[in-house]
């Protein structure tokens, strides 16, 4: 652990210092715009290669990847970068790059010697860089002004929802702004698999501005195919055809699939729909039996029948004995 350390404050130092230099701050952890490439930069001197992953608002909470936020570390998804001869590791990190975009706010950057998620970080040596992502724009006014200051009261379905007022991230969901100078915000709702959703937002003097967001999920497709064909599809616990079968409008989430036909092993998958695709997947279903029809006509299976036949022998040959 303390060579991960090092690599950490190694890392810190070199990115404040590029990141000061083009004039953002830096007061808390590392602080850039979105859009922004951030050098990353460390020692480990226990692995030939290094595994980053992100955490943070609207985001798995076992981690994606850096360059793409719908590969998730829990199935396998990392941004590995090699070490050198000098146990030294680089890596610029491009945040307009992202597929499928940031939220502005603090993200947690996860240097691992070995591939495991923030789940399985027991079984690993790590450290952590903090990142602090935000838009240029007009942040919220919390200065004393003659007019009283009004209050926000935000809520949203799904709850914990990240919010981002005037540019400027705030929290997540149920949350309460006080303090704020009377005029017009932009509240921005979002959440990872769902849509953003967008709203101004008038904020009196002395009075309190409700709102409540209900966000759309993002949605994609899933064609099931089985072998046998014909076989009964449940997805989440409910009956949805027989294979092979297409659904569309699923959740841009984690969904169980479950397939079973009579005189087969009912099989259950784990699957990742993502937004606006319709992914294909093939289910091979295992008989139930090694000799086809044995179970499903109520016949002894073979080896329960070979050793009553060998008990039998046993028997008669004992009783032949003078």
Sequence with gaps: MKTHCIARFAGILLIGFILMATGATATSGIQAYMGDTIPLTGYSYSSQSVYLFLTGPNLPVNGVALDNIYAQADEGHFTRVDVDSDGHWQYKWGTNALAGGLDAGTYTIWVVDTPNDRSHLAEADYSTISVSLGNPGISIDTTNTPAMPGTMVLSSSPNQSSVVVNNAYQGSTPLTLNGLSPGMYTVTFS???????????????????????????????????????????????????????????????????????????????????????????????????????????????????????AMLLVIVRRSRRP
Excluded: C, W
């Excluded at 994609?220 to 409008?249: E, R, Y």
């Excluded at 969904?255 to 695709?277: A, D």
């Design 191 to 309: 959440r990872f698999g769902y849509y953003p959703f967008s709203t101004p937002v008038l904020v009196e003097s002395g009075s309190v501005s409700e709102v409540t967001a209900s966000l759309v999920h993002k949605t994609g497709g899933l064609t099931i195919n089985t072998s046998p064909v014909g076989a009964q599809v449940m997805i989440d616990g409910a009956n949805v055809g027989i294979s092979p079968f297409t659904i569309t409008n699923l959740p841009s989430d984690r969904h169980s699939v479950n397939v079973s036909y009579p005189g087969y092993i009912s099989q259950e998958q784990s699957i990742t729909v993502i937004e606006n695709q319709t992914k294909e997947i093939t289910i091979v279903l295992i008989p139930a039996s090694p000799i086809p029809g044995i179970r499903a006509a109520g016949l002894v299976p073979a080896t329960l029948l070979a050793g009553v036949i």
